[in-house]
């Protein structure tokens, strides 16, 4: 199992996305952000959200 949260990208949110893959771990983590932190990815250019979207994959963990 695959997990991501959004305390480890230094967001205060409680959100905690599992999976069994990372793939399906990111689909979640994107989803949420998309709705949930719409204000923040909202500001972001392509460039920065690729970056983002990088450090989203790179903070998944093994659980
Ligand atoms: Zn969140």
């Given at each position: 199992m695959e997990k991501f949260a959004c305390?480890?990208?230094g967001i205060d949110c409680d959100f905690v996305?599992?999976?069994s893959t990372k793939e399906e771990v990111?689909?979640?983590a994107m989803a949420h952000g998309s709705t949930v932190h719409a204000d923040l990815m909202k500001g972001m250019t392509e460039?920065?959200?690729a970056e983002f979207a990088q450090k989203l994959?790179?903070?998944i963990q093994p659980i």
């Open positions: 305390k480890h990208l996305a599992t999976g990111m689909d979640k460039v920065q959200l994959e790179a903070s």
